[in-house]
């Protein structure tokens, strides 16, 4: 998992960098001067405090400019033990450059102690996140970036010690290019420190309970306020010029922390006051409020897939129609990645959801590429279901999880069930990359069939998850996680080695060579190299292409109808047939079976349960599906088949294929391999290129 970085909060942390060191340089000389005067020591602590201050607020202007693609928060106790080191380190650095003479031993001698100091602050701030997994370093940029900071502490030192007295030629000049120097030393090593953490994919923030990124912000900006005090207030900098600059980077460096950079709409900070506001309105009587949290679906596979440019101007926009229609007293705030909240009248809450939904879900443009969202949210009202901020954004994110789970693209309201569901989804999602590497993911296989003859046509392969604590989870629960924690693209590779693994097992024995179908979920069709994966994969496992089958889904086929029409063919080039499955749920549009070329239809399960309805619907589709498949030379599989009325329905259609309960429910890998031999007479072999191998 990667990170990146804001360009103007990079630069910021640059200027504070500047302002530290030249208070350095500054009080090195002041304190020169008081080297007999019985204040030196007050002046010594009030130095070391403003300079840590300096140095502290570099690093988390740093830290503030580092995003991933979870929401980061600090713990506290572990970020202020990282403020004292900063703060000791400067001690030591003052009460160095600042009496007697600086031989060359005592110059390295504290230059290593600082240098260890502020590296140690570094990596101490780090931890300060409490990733889960923890962060992995990167050992010889951990070296070198400890070495730079021991170079840059004995370089500081010696430059204080040298520009201290009022006689030097040029002194503020001098002064001036040395504090840049240092600054450039004191940031490189923070950057390079930063490139050593390496973040597992999967990884959760477990301070985010704690000290969010976002009210770091505010402390942040009063540090870099207490820094420019401190340095006008002890050494009388007072040129005009650089104190206008100095107050217009502070206000813009105030601003950043209570809005976001790249949609400038309010932060989880302002959100806060907001909310109090609102409590605090309500308690004199005025009208209750509502939270509606707000999650984009899709959002990450067109971010992984098409780039984080593509990815921010699509949040732009978005963020833009969020503003839309929304009363005066309404508030809209970007919570970080696709999350959004909106504070709204209790009574119009509901339309609100309803707006955003239908706006959200029209076609966007970027850079040419017509692309789909739409959005689950979560509501929650005051006081119904909470008292403050924290309480009520819980609920509605918990309502937002439902949502999810309903099917996205709609909104829920609390009920105080959602917190279990919500819990537990938390659980599985820091259990998931666990359940990958300790073997807790399996692979079981079931049977498409033949309407006319019930003659074995291929079979599905579809993932299982036990868990240790909580037992069978289903998939529907824990794929749309692997989905938003980036984690689907390994286990879509693990399955495919899986179910080429168990081919090869199958053609060992001699068995028929049945044809296998993989479901791609829409992040994995996204990825660029997705063939060529592929391709590797069964390559090293010595599997023939035609054995494959692979299932995408309308939703991920219309993301980008061009990208995904050139993998079809791609995929089918290279002699891999691919399925439309669930169709009927998502775009529906029959035209476009002709466009994509689809090997073969699947119709959604919810079709065959108004069969049995007597529904008018499913009939219909299927009816016109069926004829259009015809003419297209595309078979059709109507899934989820329960009951002998659906079969003798599908029968009268004229549908080919069937899968469901009714015929053969999913089986485990070995008990599949019973299946098999036990269907050896009556299974319709994947091709002649692909027949098993003599045994």
Known sequence: MTGIYNPLLVWLSLVVAFLASYTAVELSAGLNALASAKWR????????????????????????????????????????????????????????????????????????????????????????????????????????????AIAASITALWLAFTLRTSGVQNRVVKRLGAAFAMAIAITGMHYFGMSAANFSAGSLCLSGDKLDANRLALIVSATSFIVLVGTLALLGFHTGSLSVSLKRANRQLHYLGTHDALTNLPNRQQLSLRIARAVAGCARGEASFAVLFIDLDGFKAINDSLGHGVGDDLLQVCAERLRQDLHQTDMVARLGGDEFVIVAEASSAEATAAGVLRRLSEEIVVDGLPLRVSASIGIAFHPRDGGNADELLHCADAAMYAAKQSGRNTFCVFEPHMNQTALKSLILQRDLHRALSDGELSVSFQPKFRVASQSVTGVEALIRWR???????????????????????????????????????????????????????????????????????????????????????????????????????????????????DFGTGYSSLGYLQRFRFDQIKIDGSFMRELDAGGERGGALLSAVVALARALRIEVVAEGVETESQFHALSELACDQVQGFLLSRPLPASEFLTFLRASADRIVAAGTACVAPAV
């Open 41 to 148: 020591p007050l002046w010594l602590a009030g130095g070391a405090l403003s300079m840590g201050l300096g140095i502290w607020s570099m690093h988390f202007i740093g830290m503030l400019a580092f995003t991933l693609p979870v929401a980061i928060g600090y713990d506290l106790g572990i970020t202020a033990a990282s403020l004292i080191l900063a703060i000791g380190v400067s001690l030591i650095a003052l009460a160095t450059a600042s009496r007697g003479a600086l031989s060359q031993r005592r110059l390295c001698a504290a230059g290593t102690i600082m240098g260890a100091g502020v590296a140690a602050m570094h990596f101490t701030g780090m931890q300060a996140m409490q990733m889960s997994p923890a962060i992995e370093y990167t050992p010889w940029r951990v070296v070198v970036s400890v070495g730079v």
């Open 467 to 581: 868990h240790p604590e909580l037992g069978e989870i289903a998939p529907l629960e824990f794929i749309p996680l692997a989905e938003r924690s980036g984690l689907i693209v390994d286990i879509g590779d693990w399955v495919l080695r899986e179910v080429c693994r168990n081919i090869v097992l199958w053609d060992a024995q001699g068995l028929p060579a049945i044809s296998v179908a993989v479901n791609l979920s829409p992040m994995q069709f996204n990825v660029p190299d997705l063939v060529a994966r592929i391709d590797a994969l069964l390559g090293a496992a010595g599997v023939d292409p035609c054995r494959l089958m692979f299932e995408i889904t309308e939703t991920a086929a219309m993301q980008n109808v061009e990208k995904a029409s050139r993998t079809i063919e791609t995929l089918q080039s290279h002699g891999y047939t691919v399925a439309v499955d």
